[in-house]
């Protein structure tokens, strides 16, 4: 994740007298997943625009479903992701990129296996790291290329496709990028924190 180009962001429906992170006290957030990144990033962003978190209730919305929960009122506010945040700008407006309030940059998602097979299939393991890099080179360089594929995978739309953020990937592992998700959930999901260096394998 980057913030200079977010790919998650808080709609409010069009039509309401949503602006701010304290309008949301008191409301209902729809999040893909609870106690996870959504959640977390969404709190972290209310957080530090000043609304009362112990005043606001979260409630687990799947993304097909929430632009149907958002319309409908049954949720008043959304953390929608690519490609559905593009899809969500005709039935309301973002009040804010949640995720931001993590960090500039961070790393959003990650392979994990555990320590003894990774000790036991250190080839493997470098072979997947390096596809993994390259394949992430490429796919920064090529947008319609790539596009292509998520058209035919994810069954993508060419007029989402086209409007929607897309996803910056990892071209290297940083350690940097790992510890801003650790303390995230170490603040708000009741973890304790650690050094990210123990949760990397070096191969």
Known sequence: YTSR???????VPNGSSYKTASD???KTIGVNTLRGLPQY?????????GARLETIKFTEVGPLDMLVALSSGRIDAGAFVEPFA???????????APFDA?????????????????????????TLQTAFAKTAVWA??????S??????????????????QRTVFAER?????????????????GIQSFPATEVIFQS
Do not use: C
Request: aromatic residues 10%.
């Open 5 to 11: 180009t977010p790919s998650t962001y808080l709609f």
């Open 24 to 26: 949301l006290n008191g």
């Open 41 to 49: 990033g969404t709190q972290a962003w209310l957080d530090k625009n």
């Open 86 to 96: 593009t899809q969500a700008r005709p039935i309301g407006r973002a009040v804010g």
């Open 102 to 126: 993590i960090a500039s940059s961070f790393l959003i998602t990650a392979v994990f296996t555990t320590l003894s097979w990774a000790r036991a299939h250190r080839d493997v393991v470098r």
């Open 140 to 145: 920064n360089k090529n947008h319609a290329q």
């Open 147 to 164: 596009g292509e594929i998520l058209m035919k995978y994810a069954q993508l739309k060419f007029d989402t496709l086209k409007t929607m």
């Open 173 to 189: 592992l940083d350690l940097a990028q790992v510890q801003p998700v650790i303390d995230l959930a170490a603040k708000y999901g």
